[in-house]
């Protein structure tokens, strides 16, 4: 069988190599070239399944300048896969200037479905998972880590990371740091593999965790926190807090307190003790 010219999305394992499914290999088997980030550790896999496919590497330096190079292959007949050290090509790896190219330069690309570990990962933590938001890895240095945290401390959705083994203690530090001690979250590490953890809790409770553990401080790691959850008060209409807030910026809270109670018809002492509680 031949396959039609095309750029194949192929997901490789993200530890368990029984995970490459039949029709993946299939397709590594029989296409002409493998765009992958390194062929070494490609190389590897594709030895295990015997597949002997020539490998050419396509990484973060090179993808921009290597992505017509492909694209000659493409329109010389030639069909074409691309994959990545692990899991789905492009979910925080190299592959989304080659796909765009290629669309440009009007050749089908062709995804199959296989291993991702932030939606492994998710799909096992008990947490929200009907509206998510991956963020990938957050900075390395503390000050970015703790300016994206901070964009998204208030978002409602569950947001997942990835997080590389010398930078988890910080990371957890900055999340608590930026989300408060209580939130819950999950971290998962080593998906499919031999040692396979979840951690379940508070932040404070899993930092604690991987802080007196250094075997919690190895491998790959999925860190998932359930969304911000509002503590409005359900007592108070929320145009009426609205209304309040605005007035402190102009006037003293007991005042501001006052004139919302009349106009919504409140009790202003009860205003007031709420306008307090927040800071306003």
């Known amino acids: 069988m031949t396959l039609p010219v095309a750029l194949y999305i192929v997901p490789t394992p993200i530890g368990n190599l029984a995970d490459l499914t039949p029709r993946a290999q299939q397709v590594l088997a029989e296409v002409t070239l493998i765009a992958c980030e390194d062929t070494r550790h490609s190389g590897k896999l594709l030895s295990h399944f015997g597949i002997t496919t020539r490998t050419v590497a396509l990484h973060d330096h090179n993808e921009r300048a290597k992505a017509q190079w492909f694209i000659e292959k493409l329109a010389a007949g030639e069909a074409v896969a691309l994959i990545s050290d692990a899991g789905t090509p492009l979910i925080s790896d190299p592959g989304y200037h080659l796909v765009s190219q290629v669309r440009e330069a009007g050749f089908d690309v062709s995804p199959l479905p296989g291993a991702c570990a932030a939606i492994t990962a998710l799909s096992a933590s008990g947490l929200p998972s009907d509206r998510f938001s991956f963020e990938g890895f957050l ?42 001690s209580e939130r819950q979250m999950v971290m998962a590490r080593e998906l499919t593999k031999t040692f396979e953890t979840f951690l379940t809790g508070t932040i404070s409770e899993v930092r604690a965790k991987v802080e007196s553990d250094a075997n919690q401080q190895k491998g790959e790691i999925v860190l998932m926190c359930h969304g911000f959850v509002s503590q409005v008060n359900d007592e108070f209409p929320p145009k009426a807090l609205a209304t309040l807030q605005l007035l402190c910026d102009e006037l003293p809270m007991k005042k501001a307190a006052a004139i919302t109670a009349d106009i919504f018809g409140l009790k202003k002492n009860a205003l007031y003790k709420y306008g307090l509680e927040q800071g306003w």
């Open 139 to 180: 900075p390395a240095k503390e000050k970015g880590r703790i300016d994206k945290l901070t964009e998204l401390r208030e978002d409602p959705r569950t947001l997942i990371f990835y997080e590389s083994p010398h930078r988890i203690v910080p990371s957890l530090a900055s999340l608590e740091q930026v989300f408060g």
